[in-house]
């Protein structure tokens, strides 16, 4: 289930995204103002931004300009603006789309949907299926199974977990789990506990599905993780 941040100082057009987006299955988080918005941003991991232009305390392209220099990730700018300058300044600014108020929630869906598919093509996301002993790991459907029970990931767990499979002849270091997993610059010395409470919550799950004696996930010191599954399954 993907985790769509949606920005929007109105109430009313706040709360009617919410239960939209829920209504198709997306797990949202809102945010009523730049500031709250920026927080949010690092503290929950969407895997899109929904973002008003108009924004008390900070305007939207303040946020856009925050997000842009730490991440890829997507970003569709809501805006009433009719304004072919301020729509350009977004796009310069890094949007990946945008669509002007008032406007229908189907056109919003199929905006999603087409800027979530170029993220994941660029991503790597619809790539064959990754399979061994231990785990199955399908792109096309987001499913993931751990000796043929079903995995209950988050977008960002799934992401994750593939990324470790696909490299799993090396240890990968946090710094490119956090480039190549959260979209994060990795010049910018992040926190690493984002990827360290990821991999913990990863490994409960599996260990819970294979067994607890079996360590899919192994951690380097001071380095990163390796990703063992059909190994630690012999």
């Known amino acids: 289930m993907a985790k769509i941040l949606i920005v929007e100082d109105e109430a009313g057009l706040r709360q009617g995204l919410e239960i939209n987006l829920r209504h198709e299955n997306y797990e949202t988080v809102v945010a009523a103002d730049g500031d709250e918005a920026i927080r949010l941003f690092h503290s929950d991991n969407p895997d899109l931004v929904l973002l008003d232009l108009m924004l ?17 990730t997507p970003v569709i700018l809501l805006t009433a603006r009719s304004q072919e300058t301020d729509k350009v300044r977004g796009l310069r600014g890094g949007a990946d789309d945008y669509v002007t108020k008032p406007f229908g929630v189907q056109e919003l869906f199929a905006r ?3 800027v979530m598919r170029r993220s994941e093509v660029a991503a790597g996301s619809t790539r064959s299926v990754c399979e061994d002993h231990t785990i199955r790991l399908d792109p096309a459907t987001r499913e993931a199974t751990a000796r043929n029970q079903k995995l209950k990931l988050s977008p960002k767990e799934f992401d994750l977990l593939m990324y470790l499979f696909r490299n799993k002849e090396r240890v990968v270091p946090r710094d490119e789990l956090l480039s190549r997993v959260w979209n994060y610059r990795v010049d910018l010395n992040l926190n690493s506990r984002t990827v360290d409470t990821h991999v ?17 996930i192994v951690a380097v010191a001071k380095i990163g993780y390796r990703y063992l599954g059909e190994a630690a399954a012999v």
């Open 200 to 216: 913990t919550r990863l490994r409960r799950k599996l260990q819970k599905a294979v067994g607890t004696d079996n360590a899919v």
């Open 56 to 72: 008390p305390k900070r305007s939207g392209f303040e946020v856009l300009d925050h997000i842009r220099k730490i991440s890829r």
């Open 112 to 114: 999603i949907d087409a």
